[in-house]
Nanobody
Framework: QVQLVESGGGLVQAGGSLRLSCAAS????????MAWFRQAPGREREFVAY????????AYVTSVKGRFTISRDNAKNTVDLQMNSLKPEDTAVYYC??????????????????WGQGTQVTVSS
């Protein structure tokens, strides 16, 4: 089992930046692909970005490409999401998620077995 704890959410004006961090504990962090998902009120949970166990492969949902950057530090057991040029439509609860490094990288939340509790990001217009 791996435990995940997100931090860094908050309230920011449109055009601003936030950096989310997810700290992992319990198992070898490099055994997991990691991802960020988000869920806005009344909407389905949505894939935001993933990063492979080695950090060599990353992918983003189209709406955040060029604005968000996912990164990981396997020595510190953390995965971060740098969010720039934030828009009101980025408002959501953001979740960190993990899946086994032996599984395929995925944009589906069904393929991730480990989840954090979420952190709220609110972007005001």
């Amino acid at each position: 089992q791996v435990q995940l704890v997100e931090s860094g959410g908050g309230l920011v004006q449109a055009g601003g930046s936030l950096r989310l961090s997810c700290a992992a504990s319990g198992r070898t962090f490099s055994n997991y692909h990691m991802a960020w998902f988000r869920q806005a009120p009344g909407r389905e949970r949505e894939f935001v970005a993933y990063i492979s166990w080695s950090g060599g492969n990353v992918a983003y949902v189209t709406s955040v490409k060029g604005r968000f950057t996912i990164s990981r530090d396997n020595a510190k057991n953390t995965v971060d999401l740098q969010m720039n040029s934030l828009k009101p439509e980025d408002t959501a609860v953001y979740y960190c998620a993990g899946s086994s490094r032996y599984s395929l990288l995925s944009t589906s939340d069904k393929d991730y077995g480990y989840w954090g509790q979420g952190t709220q990001v609110t972007v005001s217009s």
